[in-house]
């Protein structure tokens, strides 16, 4: 077995040991607690309120950032243009 698969085999190894003990301690209030909480912020809401304290404290100058996503630059730096689908590809054959 070379360096690099022992390497991985002991992360693999780490990370199985890791899930079973997280999934021993949710089992315990407080921390399952904490869990749905870290959850439910990844779920949007927490973004959407974000957006609006920066609206109700950024006032029009939070417009920008708020109101336009960053565009998907190429590798020449400019924004990239999506191409238009050809209708007579979505026909069936």
């Known amino acids: 077995m ?25 089992r315990i ?27 109700a404290t950024g006032g029009a100058d939070a417009f920008g950032p708020v109101g336009s996503p960053v565009p998907a630059l190429d590798d020449g730096g400019e924004p990239k243009r999506r191409r238009r689908r050809d209708p007579r590809s979505q026909l069936c054959a």
């Open 29 to 55: 209030a407080p921390v399952r607690r904490v869990f749905r909480i870290v959850s439910r912020l990844g779920d949007g809401v927490f973004w959407y309120s974000l957006m609006l304290a920066l609206l």
């Open 2 to 26: 070379s360096r690099l698969e022992s390497g991985l085999e002991r992360l693999r190894l780490w990370d199985l040991a890791l899930c079973v003990r997280f999934n021993g301690a949710v």
